[in-house]
C-alpha cells in the first residue's frame, strides 16, 4: 500500500474518531488529521488535501476486502510512526475501520496474555509437553473464563500462578501476565503438589457412559451416584452442586458449567483403567471399603443375620456361606464368595499397584 485515498469526509470523521481514541494526552483536530495522512502514506495533511482534489476517481467507497487486506499494514505503520505499542495501534486501527471490518478482523482483540500449561492439562490442547498460548482478548475476563475459551474446564485446574504468587480462578486478567496453570498432583522445581479439589465428604456422580466405573467405585465402598438414562447435563450439574459431589465425565463442557465446583474428566475408555485413574488421582487406594455399598442403587450395606435374609437367598447358599450384607434401600443380598471373591481380588491387586 502506497498512499490510502479517504473521501474528505470519511478523513475529517476518521480525524474526529482518533482524537477520542488517542491514548496519550489529547490531540488537538490538527494533529488527528496530520496523524491520518501520515497513517495514509501521505507526507503531511497538506499533501492529503492537494492530492485528493486531483483524484478523479470516487475514493469514497471502500471495500472491506480492502481493508483486510490493509489491516496488518496500517497496525504496523501507525505502531512505527506514533511509537506506540502494537496492541495500542490495532485497536485505534480497529476503531477507525469498524463500520468496513468483516467480522474476521473483528476477532481481533485488544490485549494479550500468556498462559503456560502444566503436566496433564496438556491433554485438552493435544499436546504432550508444557504449552505456551498466548491469548487475546477484549475487556477484562476472569482468569477461570480464559482458560476455559483456550479448551480446558475450571475442574481441572489446582493452581495459577503470576510468578510467585498464587492467584484465584476468579481475578480478572490483565494485559501481558505471564500466568503458568497446573494441574492436581504436579510438582516442579517451583511448586509442591497441590491435591485436587474435593468435598470435605468424598462422593461422586458419573455421567450416563461411565457405568461401569459406577459399579467398580461402589465395589471400593465409595458413594456414586449414576443415573443410566433419562438425566440431562444441566441435573448432572444440579446434583453435583446441591450435594456437593464430584462429576465425573468424559464429557469437557459438562465440566466447564459455571455451578460444577468439584469435578475431573477421566482421561481412559477401558473401566479398570479407569477405576486405576480415579482412585491414584484421588489418593483412595488406601481408602477402600468393600461390601459397604450396593453395587447395584449406591444403598448402605449392613451386616444382616443369616436368618432375617433366608427367604431372599437362592438354592443352598444359606448352607454354605455364614456373612451377609443387606442393602437398606433395595433389599439385595451379598455374601462372601462368588462375585464378591474376584471383587476382592481385582481390588487388591489396584491397592497395591
Ligand atoms: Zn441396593
Redesign the pocket.
Known amino acids: 500500500m502506497n498512499r490510502l485515498f479517504l473521501s474528505k469526509r470519511t478523513f475529517s470523521q476518521q480525524a474526529k474518531k482518533l482524537q477520542n481514541l488517542w491514548p496519550y494526552q489529547s490531540l488537538k483536530l490538527t494533529q488527528a488529521r496530520e496523524v491520518l495522512a501520515q497513517l495514509y502514506g501521505f507526507r503531511n495533511a497538506h499533501q492529503y488535501h492537494s492530492l485528493i482534489e486531483q483524484q478523479t476517481i470516487s475514493s469514497s467507497k471502500h471495500t472491506e476486502q480492502q481493508i483486510h487486506q490493509h489491516f496488518p499494514l496500517l497496525v504496523a505503520r501507525l505502531a512505527e510512526q506514533q511509537n506506540m505499542e502494537g496492541q495500542v495501534s490495532k485497536y485505534i486501527i480497529k476503531n477507525l475501520w469498524s463500520q468496513y471490518i468483516a467480522s474476521e478482523i473483528q476477532q481481533w482483540k485488544q490485549f494479550q496474555s500468556h498462559f503456560t500449561f502444566y503436566g496433564n492439562l496438556n491433554d485438552f490442547l493435544h499436546n504432550t509437553t508444557t504449552t505456551t498460548i498466548d491469548y487475546s482478548f477484549d475487556g477484562s475476563p476472569s482468569v477461570k473464563d480464559s482458560i476455559e475459551a483456550i479448551g480446558i474446564p475450571h475442574t481441572e485446574v489446582a493452581q495459577v500462578l503470576i510468578g510467585d504468587q498464587a492467584i484465584d480462578l476468579n481475578t480478572k486478567l490483565e494485559n501481558q501476565q505471564q500466568l503458568s496453570i497446573y494441574p492436581a498432583n504436579y510438582a516442579n522445581t517451583h511448586i509442591k503438589p497441590c491435591p485436587p479439589h474435593k468435598p470435605a465428604e468424598l462422593k461422586f456422580i458419573l455421567d450416563v457412559h461411565l457405568g461401569k466405573l459406577a459399579r467398580s467405585l461402589r465395589m471400593c465402598g465409595f458413594d456414586c451416584l449414576y443415573y443410566s438414562q433419562d438425566i440431562i447435563d444441566e441435573n448432572l450439574a444440579r446434583l453435583s452442586a446441591e450435594e456437593d459431589r464430584i462429576l465425573l465425565t468424559r464429557d469437557i463442557g459438562l465440566l466447564k458449567r459455571s455451578n460444577v465446583t468439584y469435578g475431573y474428566f477421566v482421561r481412559n475408555t477401558r473401566a479398570e483403567q479407569q477405576l486405576e485413574e480415579v482412585l491414584s488421582y484421588y489418593d483412595l487406594k488406601n481408602k477402600l471399603a468393600p461390601l459397604s455399598v ?1 453395587l ?2 449406591n ?1 448402605q450395606l449392613s451386616s444382616i443375620h443369616k436368618d432375617k435374609v433366608a427367604r431372599l437367598l437362592p438354592g443352598n447358599v444359606a448352607s454354605e456361606y455364614d456373612e451377609f450384607k443387606h ?1 437398606q ?2 433389599d ?1 443380598v451379598y455374601w462372601e464368595g462368588s462375585h464378591f471373591d474376584n471383587m476382592k481380588k481385582s481390588l487388591s491387586k489396584i491397592a497395591t499397584t
Do not use: E, I, R, Y
Open positions: 450396593c447395584d442403587c444403598g442393602c434401600q433395595c439385595k
